[in-house]
């Protein structure tokens, strides 16, 4: 959301039309008038929080009941959004998401003039079970490469991301990504200059705690959890990965194949 700033020292009460007893207009309505022009003029950007309840009933002069309501009008907009224990934040518009043959977070974020990053949370070698040795076409006792990342646009966190390699292919994998935040990079460090996606299944669940933690969420929350697979130009199985995206700040949307060209 964009839109011009308060100058200091002009304080929002100072620049709004006055909320009137008068007039047959509701003080609640008149309230949400108000808020909804100065988030949409980028008083307040992305995420930001508004000032708390207590503050706005003092600067209109109503009781808390009378705020709410105007607040959960804004809220039934889109506009901004309550979150429980930490306040009403604005509504960042959402990351459309594409997923097709090649799904690059740092591309994908570029693209909407916001700033990707990736930051590193834990590694660690394991030995792979059955399931994600089966996946990558690993022997069953082969070791993997466990790397927990979060990715952020615009330093929001958008999704935090369990990811899988094989340890013998990429053992330098955990130190290329601290360096770069990427994955991308980190596999082109071990030959893969390009990687395509084979499959991704996506559902919708309640985040788990450490989810909640990680992407600031609050009590509640949904989030998208998607499993994917990655190969190289070969075919060859490079990367499983489980993420899950904060559902309130990204859209899915799946890129149709296109179809070979004609000889």
């Known amino acids: 959301m964009t839109g011009t700033r308060l100058s200091p020292g002009l304080s929002p009460a100072s620049s709004e039309k006055r909320v009137s007893r008068r ?6 309505r008149q309230i949400a008038d108000v808020l909804r022009a100065e988030v949409i003029g980028g008083t307040w950007s992305a995420d930001m929080p508004l000032p708390s309840e207590a503050a706005l009933a003092q600067r209109f002069g109503v009781n808390r009941h009378t705020l709410r309501r105007a607040l959960a009008v804004l809220a039934d907009e889109g506009l901004v959004r309550s979150d429980q224990g930490r306040g009403t934040f ?12 090649r799904t690059r977070f740092s591309e994908i974020v570029s693209r909407q003039t916001r700033a990707p990053g990736g930051q590193l949370v834990a590694s660690r070698i394991e030995p792979a079970p059955a399931w994600i040795a089966e996946h990558l076409s690993l022997a069953g006792k082969a070791s993997l490469v466990r790397l927990e990342t979060l990715s952020v646009a615009d330093g929001v966190p958008i999704s935090t991301s369990v990811s899988w390699f094989s340890a013998e292919r990429f053992p330098a994998l955990v130190a290329a990504y601290a360096e770069t935040g990427s994955i991308t990079a980190a596999l082109a460090r071990h030959g893969v200059s390009d990687y395509f996606r084979r499959w991704t299944k996506v559902r919708a669940r309640p985040a788990e705690p450490a989810e909640m933690e990680r992407l600031l969420l609050p009590r509640g929350a949904s989030v998208l959890a998607a499993d994917a697979l990655n190969e190289d130009g070969e075919g ?10 904060a559902a309130d700040r990204i859209e899915l949307f799946i890129e149709p194949e296109k179809p070979a060209a004609k000889r």
Do not use: K
């Open 23 to 28: 007039g047959g207009i509701s003080l609640w």
């Open 90 to 101: 604005v509504t960042a518009e959402r990351l459309s998401y594409p997923i097709g043959r």
């Open 236 to 245: 060859v199985p490079v990367h499983f990965s489980e993420t899950t995206f």
